[in-house]
């Protein structure tokens, strides 16, 4: 039994909106001055608010089970598969190949926007952490190279890694936003890449072109920009990385075409045929037929032995075990606020004030943001607090992709002191954290400014539609 189908919540919109103001005033106490990890302070508040909103007792574990594994089971998979094809493509040497490619293409003076359109295109199944280490050094020798300093260069990489990462799926953040809300992963993806692309080519390569003729650091030492995997002599040609990087969002937008195709009466819904294609090109299916077309591609036909392949394919998961445990911790603590009343009662206040949701969501996740850094947990925890008005409402496909780009927007705002991110960027390119401050958290704050625009803009022609 469900338990929001097993108990009646009896407290008035008032203490609930005040347990909430309490439990995210203490899990942000937790993350950020006890300095516990997000994991831990997820489910110990998680915990404690089932009980202050009152969920009885033999409820309680049952909810925040449900509500971790209804997460996990939309992310884990998208998050495990997109890492360890990030791996292969670093560990093959087809992100240098690719960004070798583009300088030869565009020539030395677009150089910042070939690093940055490569950065794009590997930020589709590459984390912001890992692409930007995989990118650096290409980065430090092209800005030695060329002169002009290491932000004209580093910042519009460093850019698209993050507009990639917070935007479009199979990142974390956006696939449990689209799990809880409901929306369409290949809409999103869609969506996501039109809204990501214009957004960094103007918050972050024009304005790292801008911010890099007014403040002129020199190249960090930092040659190799971090520890990195032995690449191949040989690196796959630039096509077959980009194939391989095309081939997963082929499969997922025909997955998406057939679905409008269904909904407009085109095709029988019902036939063997329609349900076999839209399982292959689900978004699990399409990442998964893609590593395995990646492990042969860019592994056996290169030489590669199975005991080296195993090997890589567990490097990969390692480092993304810990995100995808706080995703799933975060969709729990979102499940406890719904179960014990609370999304309905923030549905009511927002209702009063008058707030669309898409505004509502970029607010509530750029409040979580600033206050605890992680844009994975700000996103996913914004959006369980909007699930009840989502679920009540009747939005179309396009709205709620809408949505989920608002809530990806907030979760990107403003990152400081507070952001692993903002230390990563800082330390590697010899920034102090006031350089730091006026860069790349300028930068990042313009990312959410101008994508929520956007996001908000697709939602107001979704709804006069």
């Excluded at 338990?3 to 937790?30: E, K, R, S, V, Y």
């Excluded at 214009?198 to 403040?215: F, K």
């Excluded at 029988?268 to 399982?279: C, F, I, M």
């Amino acid at each position: 039994m469900d338990a929001n189908d097993a108990w009646t919540q009896t407290l008035d919109t008032g203490p609930l909106l005040a347990i909430a103001a309490g439990a995210i005033a203490l899990l942000l106490f937790l993350i950020i001055v006890l300095r516990l990890h997000a994991l831990l302070a997820l489910v110990a508040v998680s915990l404690l608010t089932a009980f202050a909103t009152g969920i009885p007792s033999a409820l309680v574990v049952d909810t925040l089970t449900q509500g971790f594994g209804a997460t996990l089971a939309g992310v884990a998979l998208l998050v495990g598969l997109g890492a360890i094809l990030g791996r292969l493509v670093e560990v093959s040497g087809g992100a240098q190949s690719l960004a070798d490619a583009l300088i030869r293409r565009f020539g030395e003076q677009r150089a910042p926007l070939a690093l940055g359109i490569a950065s794009l295109l590997f930020g589709f199944p590459i984390f912001f952490d890992a692409g930007l280490v995989v990118m650096l050094p290409i980065v430090f020798t092209v800005a030695r190279r060329l002169g002009g300093g290491v932000l004209r260069y580093g910042l519009p990489a460093a850019g698209a890694f993050s507009v990639m990462h917070v935007f479009v799926p199979p990142h974390p953040g956006p696939v449990a936003a689209s799990e809880l809300l409901g929306a369409d992963v290949g809409l999103v993806i869609l969506l996501a890449l039109a809204v990501a692309v214009p957004t960094w080519y103007v918050t972050s390569y024009l304005y790292g072109l801008w911010v890099g003729q007014r403040i002129r650091l020199p190249v960090p030492d930092i040659l190799s920009g971090g520890p990195q995997a032995e690449h191949d002599e040989q690196p796959p040609r630039p096509g077959t990385v980009i194939a391989l990087l095309l081939l997963p969002l082929a499969m997922i937008f025909a997955n998406t075409a057939l679905n409008t195709a269904r909904a407009a009466g085109w095709t029988d819904g019902e036939a063997g045929w329609y349900q076999l294609a839209r399982a292959l090109g689900s978004t699990p299916v399409a990442l998964l037929v893609t590593v395995f077309v990646a492990l042969y591609v860019l592994g056996v036909r290169r030489g590669r032995g199975r005991n080296t392949l195993e090997q890589l394919t567990d490097s990969a998961l390692g480092p993304v075990a810990s995100i995808i445990l706080i995703t799933g911790a975060g969709g729990m603590f979102g499940a406890v606020l719904r179960a014990g009343g609370i999304g309905d009662a923030l549905s009511e206040t927002l209702s009063d004030l008058g707030l669309p949701v898409v505004v509502a969501g970029y607010l509530i996740a750029t409040a979580l943001r600033v206050a605890q850094g992680s844009a994975t947990v700000a996103l996913t925890t914004a959006a369980g607090l909007l699930q009840p008005v989502v679920q009540g409402g009747d939005f179309n496909a396009v709205e709620l992709a809408a949505v989920v780009l608002a809530l990806a927007a907030g979760s990107v705002t403003a990152g400081h002191v507070n952001d692993s991110g903002f230390w990563l960027v800082g330390r590697f390119f010899g920034m102090d954290v006031k350089t730091t401050l006026k860069t790349w958290t300028v930068m990042q704050t313009t990312i959410g400014l101008m994508g929520f625009g956007m996001a908000a803009a697709l939602y107001a022609l979704a709804s006069a539609a």
